[in-house]
């Protein structure tokens, strides 16, 4: 793979995204959340999404202008039809809502349906906790999950994020609720690359460690039973609350031509009420156990990893830099 400046990325992405009619503001900010994913070392969903973004857009079935019809259920509690707008538009108009009401009422939230992919939740997490404000941030997807014990998939892999204000910066928490992201999988396929053997059935609910072959099965939960349970959970909340899709009802973020459907749940909460960056430390400074060399806060990692690309360059797959070249209208020799 070769390496290519990340603002060179972030700026053919936000070209591309114009050149499909997404604005200059709205465009920045698409970019901006597939960039982080680069960043972060999780390309499954970084730049290889663009192109179904794209297509979604020329398909119909996503709406580039579109931020969201906002109606309040209660003084703190936000519901948005996101008028098939382009995720990251609809949730962070959504955001901005919260914060402005949570300064009232001490906690606000957000349910969303009828938008479309939001991408990492990270991002989100880590922009509203430099606020000052923590921050819940729940979605849901297609049924990508087996549960514990099945062989098909009937559970999305339903991610969270929380983003925790700290004197040291923000505590950042991101993870789906299964082994991985069917991105991730998608990426391995991408790149031909095989998955470990405990990641996935095939369609015949079979372990498998071909990528192409677990695309068409189910991906198993995190943690066994224990996965599936907050997995479940997940579900039950976001769709309930959002009156969106469930179990293997939702559609549209893995693929270019059904509406999406899934939901999403975001709570605000100005504060911590006490400093907890002291606490953090002093996990920090623990004694590693074997084979670690050193005991790291959740987040820390993939910021790491992102000073290290800013500084370096990003490793890009070349198809998905032919790819991205060809959405900007830039020819491949450039």
Known sequence: MSHVDAATLRNLAQI?????????????????????????????HGLLRLSRIVARIQNGVTDPAA???????????????????????????????????????????AAITNSNHIGMLAWYAEHVALK??????????????????????????????IGVPTADGPFVMDTATSVV???????????????????????????????????????????????????????????????SAIGRDVRGTLDDTNVCNKGDLIIVMPGPRRELAGYLQAIRDMQPAAGFDAVLVPGERGRACR?????????????????????AGVPAAA
Do not use: C
């Open 16 to 44: 591309a995204l114009q050149k499909a009619g997404v604005s200059e503001v709205n465009s920045a900010l698409q970019a901006d959340l597939l960039m982080e994913a680069e960043l972060r070392g999780v390309s499954s």
């Open 67 to 109: 931020t969201g019809a906002h109606q309040w259920a209660s003084r703190a509690f936000l519901t948005v039809d996101g008028q098939k707008g382009l995720g990251p538009i609809v949730a962070q108009s959504a955001i901005d809502a919260l914060l402005d009401r949570a300064e009232e009422t001490g906690i606000a939230a």
């Open 132 to 161: 000052g404000v923590s921050i819940v941030v729940l979605s849901t997807s297609e049924a990508l999950v087996h549960p514990w014990g099945a062989r098909q998939a009937m559970i999305g892999t339903n991610p969270i994020a």
């Open 181 to 243: 992201s069917m991105g991730e999988v998608h990426d391995h396929a991408h790149r031909k690359a095989s998955i470990p053997d405990h990641w996935a059935l095939d369609e015949n609910g079979d372990p498998t460690t071909d990528a192409e072959a677990a695309k068409k099965g189910a991906i198993a939960p995190f943690g066994q039973a224990k996965g599936y349970a907050l997995g479940l959970a997940f579900e039950l909340l976001v769709s309930g609350l959002a009156a």
């Open 307 to 327: 000073d290290q690309r800013l500084r370096d360059g990003v490793p890009v797959v070349p198809e998905v830099y032919r790819t991205l070249l060809q959405l």
